[in-house]
């Protein structure tokens, strides 16, 4: 059975750093290409970063870009996204996901992030 368990949210202060892991079964993690996608409040659900299963080629959205970092542990077959120099406007809660020929799969429960003064 795929499960895809994210962790590592919280509150933090503007500038602050977190990093959030992924946690999967059922499937190994390198074997797709991997992604973040987050949901600020009141917004639709919208990308954030993408991992290569072949390499660790990645690309980001322009508002995190230089400031996030997505990788994976495959020994411990999980995905991380390192948060750096938090905004307010990061808030939302996160996501993971994988990558398949149809698409993304299904959505975990996320982990929320909060970024306030």
């Known amino acids: 059975q795929v499960q895809i368990e994210e962790s590592g949210g919280g509150l933090v202060q503007p500038g602050e750093s977190l990093r959030l892991s992924c946690a999967a079964s059922?499937?190994?993690?390198?074997?797709?290409?991997m992604v973040w996608y987050r949901r600020p409040p009141g917004k639709e659900r919208e990308f954030v970063a993408r991992i290569s299963n072949v390499g660790t080629a990645a690309n980001y959205a322009d508002s995190v870009t230089g400031r996030f970092t997505i990788s994976r542990d495959d020994a411990k077959n999980t995905l991380y996204l390192q948060l750096n120099n938090l905004k307010t406007e990061d808030t939302a809660v996160y996501y993971c996901?994988?990558?398949?020929?149809?698409?993304?799969?299904?959505w975990g429960q996320g982990t929320q992030v909060t970024v306030s003064p």
């Open positions: 996901n994988r990558q398949t020929i149809k698409g993304l799969g299904s």
């Open positions: 059922g499937f190994v993690v390198s074997d797709y290409p």
